[in-house]
């Protein structure tokens, strides 16, 4: 499922991703601070039309009142903290609630002139007001040269999905969308995958749903459900796997790591997760926030990562100065690097944290290639 690339951008991509593992892979291990951010991810909203069995966001009274207007996100990221910003992911709540999503994205591209990509995860189930803002954020970034990703969450087919969103006709509306992003996709104005949040209720039909998606031609990504700060999951046990549903759950993210269908850098996440829940192994993959990356939230409220505290208001004080503050730091080093990284699943694998890993991603490459059986 993943597209053959050419000699020429092979030969590209080999020689960022050295840099990026001689800079942030050797020094950066030697400095005392972080490297300036290169990665960010922003909550554009905590509103959300869904109703989640696994996120307690959209319980919240909080609203649109607290959110970041454009303007008052440029004046945020008018901070030197965001000025070597190279990939953003927009997330919520659902960020297509914000009917000034165009705007917020016109604020992150020109506040960060080294922008690359731009990510949006959403949802899906707003495909009108998604055919509206697509093509315009897409134009804008194009404009910059920077590329738009979109990831759909879909958690399941049919009444899964309805049951889990807590949404009438949830996955006919998902359907309606990834129609959409195929059409805006065949005309090159984005890239799209889905992801799925591995939970109680859809382990019995993963597999239907990987086989749909593979059907389709559309990656599909899966992460384990769990308890998340972020996601004000408090009280919500009941969604995610435990006991005999964790080792079903252990069991088929081990079946589709064996899956030559899926690439080596995924078959990579999906084993170490797998041994994490046995027990086996602490974390090894890289993190793009561990490496110096960090999460803004909807009312500018700035986190090392999704596990991490508060660490200050940007309405309050500098960007940089909470990053960098000296306090703000040794909690950082100590609690979340030291300690929470060690047990906390691999989630993403961005390219910044593919590069990084370099080594052992060249290594899996050449272990499957060596596996699978030769053609003819
Ligand atoms: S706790 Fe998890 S998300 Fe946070 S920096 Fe560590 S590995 Fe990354």
Request: charged share 30%; hydrophobic share 25%.
């Given at each position: 499922m993943?597209?053959?690339?050419?000699?020429?951008?092979?030969?590209?991509l080999a020689v960022e991703a050295s840099a990026v593992w001689l800079r942030d892979g050797l020094v950066g291990?030697?400095?005392?601070?972080?490297?300036?951010?290169?990665?960010?991810?922003?909550?554009a909203t905590?509103?959300?039309?869904?109703?989640c069995v696994m996120c307690g966001i959209w319980k919240e009274d909080g609203g649109r009142e607290e959110e970041l207007s454009p303007e008052a996100l440029a004046t945020v990221l008018g901070d030197r903290l965001f000025g070597s910003m190279e990939y953003v992911g927009i997330s919520g709540g659902e960020p297509f609630v914000?009917?000034?999503l165009p705007e917020l994205c016109r604020v992150v591209l020109r506040a960060c002139p080294r922008l690359k990509r731009l990510s949006l995860t959403t949802n899906g189930l707003l495909t009108r007001r998604m055919a509206e803002a697509l093509p315009e954020i897409a134009a804008d970034l194009r404009a910059a040269g920077a590329s738009?990703?979109?990831?759909?969450?879909?958690?399941?087919?049919?009444?899964?999905?309805?049951?889990?969103?807590?949404?009438?006709?949830?996955f006919a509306k998902t359907e309606r969308t990834i129609a959409l992003l195929e059409e805006l996709r065949d005309v090159g104005s984005l890239s799209f995958s889905m992801n799925c949040v591995l939970l109680a209720d859809n382990l019995g039909s993963v597999r239907e749903l990987r086989g749909w998606a593979g059907r389709r031609g559309v990656h599909l990504s899966f992460v384990v459900g769990e308890h998340r700060l972020r996601f004000r999951t408090e009280g919500l046990d009941g969604a995610f796997a435990s006991g005999p549903v964790e080792d079903e759950m252990i069991s088929f993210l081990r079946e589709i790591a064996d899956d030559p269908a899926e690439s080596a850098v995924a078959a990579a996440k999906y084993r170490e997760i797998a041994d994490m829940l046995e027990g086996r192994r602490e974390r090894t993959l890289s993190c793009y926030y561990a490496m110096g990356g960090l999460l803004l939230g909807h009312d500018g409220t700035?986190?090392?990562?999704?596990?991490?505290?508060?660490?200050?208001?940007?309405?309050?004080?500098?960007?940089?100065?909470?990053?960098l503050d000296r306090g703000n730091l040794d909690y950082r080093r100590r609690e979340l690097l030291r300690s929470?990284?060690?047990?906390?699943?691999?989630?993403t694998r961005t390219r910044w944290e593919i590069e990084r890993d370099l080594p052992r991603t060249l290594a899996g490459m050449a272990a499957r290639k060596l596996r699978r059986p030769r053609r003819g």
């Open positions: 993943t597209r053959r690339r050419s000699a020429g951008e092979l030969a590209r291990r030697l400095r005392s601070r972080p490297s300036p951010p290169r990665a960010m991810h922003y909550l905590h509103r959300c039309n869904a109703r914000r009917d000034d738009l990703d979109v990831s759909v969450s879909v958690h399941g087919m049919g009444e899964t999905l309805d049951g889990i969103y807590g949404v009438d006709d949830a700035l986190y090392y990562c999704s596990h991490s505290r508060e660490i200050g208001s940007c309405l309050e004080r500098p960007a940089a100065e909470i990053f929470e990284c060690r047990h906390c699943p691999p989630y």
